[in-house]
């Protein structure tokens, strides 16, 4: 909040913010609304700058997130050549600090997976408006496809993500259902012997049918269920070998 007075501060004075980030020059203020404004935003050094120029605009400042979010009332973008106009409201973030890596998919807890879907689709959305601007050129349009696809195959990915976790920790108990009528068969066998002959099928089969499930639930050929392949392909002989075991 501390940021977002001193702005708001600076723009009643002398009607101008500047920092390294954005630019913000306003016609007046209005309390907390900013009359006719042009916003300048260049957090890439190496994408052309953002200008955006609107009606109204009001600004929040998130200091856990370290954003500053600017809510723009019928805003006039401007990415190079491209020109999009908006007749509604455009909500746009601006990192405070420089931008960390995105997380693996790994790294996040299951209960953090919903909203960083959400920021992704939020991101293809805005892209997307992007490619519907009459003025935006062939080279602009190619490369906010490549970031569209970039997005959707992360989509992807953090959707399928549960699933192979789930899938990932059950494979254990598959082992085992593997393991147990194998051993029982050759209980008066070498323990090393046992292991390997044990071990095989999950080299030869389980992996590569994990690696295969996995490719495959990414692009969307395979629904997420498809990571459970792998487990009934070691499961299924497995439980056969007990049922025949406890047969006999």
Same mark, same amino acid.
């Given at each position: &909040?501390?940021l977002e007075?001193?702005?708001y501060a600076?723009?009643?004075?002398?009607?101008?913010?500047e920092? &390294?980030?954005f630019v913000?020059?306003?016609?007046?203020?209005d309390?907390?609304?900013? $009359?006719?404004?042009t916003?300048t935003i260049q957090? *890439?050094p190496? =994408?052309?700058?953002?200008?955006l120029r609107?009606?109204?605009a009001?600004?929040?400042t *998130?200091?856990k997130?370290?954003t500053?979010?600017?809510?723009?009332r019928k805003?006039?973008t401007?990415i190079? *050549?491209a020109r999009i106009?908006v007749s *509604?409201?455009?909500?746009q973030t601006?990192?405070? &600090? @420089?931008?960390?890596p995105?997380l693996?998919?790994?790294?996040?807890s299951?209960a953090?997976?919903p909203?960083?879907?959400?920021?992704l689709r939020?991101?293809?959305e805005? $892209?997307?408006l #992007?490619?519907?601007?009459?003025?935006a @050129?062939?080279? =602009?349009?190619?490369a906010?496809?490549?970031?569209?696809?970039?997005?959707?195959t992360r989509?992807r990915? $953090?959707?399928t993500e549960?699933?192979?976790r789930?899938a990932n920790g059950?494979?254990?108990l598959?082992?085992v259902l593997?393991?147990?009528p194998v051993s029982? #068969?050759?209980?008066s066998?070498?323990?090393?012997t046992?292991?390997f002959l044990?071990?095989?099928?999950?080299?030869?089969?389980?992996?590569?049918?994990?690696?295969v499930a996995k490719e495959?639930t990414?692009?969307?050929?395979?629904?997420p269920i498809?990571y459970?392949a792998?487990? $009934?392909?070691?499961?299924?002989p497995?439980?056969?070998?007990?049922y025949r075991?406890c &047969?006999?």
């Open positions: &909040e501390a007075e001193i702005v600076k723009l009643r004075r002398e009607k101008g913010y920092s &390294e980030k913000i020059k306003v016609m007046a203020l309390g907390k609304r900013l $009359l006719r404004p916003i957090t *890439d190496n =994408q052309p700058a953002m200008v609107a009606e109204q009001e600004l929040f *998130d200091v997130a370290g500053l979010t600017i809510v723009c805003p006039v401007e190079g *050549d106009t *509604d409201t455009l909500t601006i990192p405070l &600090e @420089t931008p960390q995105s693996h998919r790994q790294w996040l299951m953090e997976i909203a960083a879907v959400d920021q939020r991101d293809v805005q $892209l997307q #992007y490619l519907r601007s009459a003025g @050129t062939a080279e =602009q349009r190619a906010w496809r490549v970031q569209i696809a970039q997005l959707e989509i990915q $953090l959707k549960p699933y192979l789930w059950f494979s254990c598959c082992f593997l393991g147990s029982m #068969y050759r209980r066998e070498n323990f090393l046992n292991f044990c071990f095989l099928p999950i080299l030869i089969v389980y992996y590569p049918m994990l690696m495959l990414t692009s969307g050929a395979l629904p498809g459970w792998a487990n $009934l392909s070691i499961a299924i497995g439980a056969f070998l007990l075991f &047969e006999s």
